[in-house]
């Protein structure tokens, strides 16, 4: 073997254990969204049935769209608050893709939460998202050092033997708790309870669970009872937190949104701003800036990621769109006697 094909076949080598690595460490952690309240279950299964009606959600979003094989997400959701029982249900699909061999995760899920009152001002909400998990990857779609010539050429089908699977399926676990008064709210989320394991090699790689912790508070023309005025329009200054930790991954995403109904505007600051990584670099990402219209029934969303990270704004950023339509079950006489409407803001 030349010296060109050697060198040509370790690089060929080194690309695919690259991309398989990048894979497992792309879905070691999970698809991220700039519009953290657009589609509430996701973010906390306790919040399924949020509302005092049925809502539908689609949120899609790419990721460094100028890149060559860029990060593409899709969510679909509905949920459903029963009007004279203290819960909620709904169904979640997302699936996210990404890689030069369709590198894609699948997953729909089933949810249900359960409300209580703790005193007079508070209430506690819990819930539960049990999926079912679809990975897959086309390694059809790599290169490999016996497919080029010494002169570099493409030569035909490679004869290395892959013996991992293409696609695999796994049960998946989320929990979620969720209080809240009339103005403020504090969550928690635990995802991945049972730590599948991801690995298309017959191999072991787990999948970490994740923790986040949620908090906030609205201030505006706010009532006794937690609703917005009827006479006025919605009028609110909304800070925000989210951080999470996914093994030795952390985030810390702040934020606030503004709303002038029907017109909300949202900035958050996504990185952590104190002490460097392990390359040297501050920890951050992002800083997002999130655009917003609403009615009692249709909500619209477009954020866009300006990157501060290493990476700079070569890849494009991310854009991200979010609709959400609520039906009108309201309107038939369902008002519930326990779903008070939660402070958190809509996108």
């Known amino acids: 073997m030349t010296k060109l094909k050697r060198t040509t076949y370790r690089n060929g080598t080194i690309l695919l254990l690259l991309s398989l690595l990048t894979f497992q460490q792309t879905f070691a952690q999970d698809a991220q969204s700039s519009q953290i309240y657009s589609m509430p279950m996701h973010l906390n299964p306790a919040l399924t049935g949020n509302e005092e009606f049925s809502s539908g959600y689609f949120n899609y979003r790419i990721q460094y769209p100028e890149a060559t094989h860029p990060y593409y997400s899709m969510r679909f959701a509905a949920d459903y608050a029963f009007a004279k029982k203290p819960m909620g249900v709904g169904v979640i699909m997302s699936h996210d893709r990404s890689g030069p061999g369709n590198l894609s995760r699948t997953w ?3 949810l249900y939460s359960y409300r209580m009152k703790i005193n007079k001002e508070w209430r506690l909400r819990t819930g539960v998202n049990a999926s079912a998990v679809f990975q897959s990857s086309n390694f059809d779609n790599y290169i490999f050092g016996d497919q080029i010539s ?14 991992g699977k293409e696609t ?4 998946d676990v989320h929990l979620g708790a969720y209080a809240h008064n009339g103005a403020a709210w504090f969550g ?22 994740k923790y986040s912790v ?9 009532n006794a009872n937690g609703r917005v005025l009827k006479q006025l329009k919605e009028f609110s200054i909304t800070p925000m937190l989210l951080y999470w930790m996914q093994s030795s991954f952390r985030r810390l995403e702040l934020g606030a949104h503004f709303v002038y109904e029907p017109i909300m505007l949202g900035f958050w600051y996504r990185g952590i701003p104190i002490g460097k990584n392990e ?10 800036f999130l655009f917003g219209v609403y009615t009692r029934d249709i909500q ?6 300006y990157l501060i990270s290493p990476l700079g704004q070569a890849p494009g950023g991310a854009h991200e769109i979010t609709l959400k339509i609520n039906f009108g079950f309201y309107r038939m006489g369902l008002r519930s006697n326990y779903n008070k409407r939660i402070p958190n803001p809509r996108l």
Not at 153 to 162: D, T, V
Not at 168 to 171: A, E, M, N, Q, T
Not at 279 to 285: E, H, M, R, T
Not at 300 to 305: A, L
């Open 168 to 171: 695999i399926i796994y049960p």
């Open 214 to 222: 949620q908090a906030g508070y609205k201030f505006g023309f706010i």
């Open 300 to 305: 619209f969303g477009y954020s866009y990621d």
């Open 150 to 163: 010494d002169n570099g050429n493409f030569i035909g089908a490679s004869q290395e033997n892959l013996s």
């Open 188 to 209: 928690l989320t635990v995802e991945h309870i049972t730590q599948p394991n991801q690995s298309f090699m017959d191999g072991d790689s787990r999948l970490p669970r």
């Open 108 to 110: 729909i899920g089933g």
């Open 279 to 288: 390359f040297g670099y501050l920890n951050q990402d992002a800083l997002v």
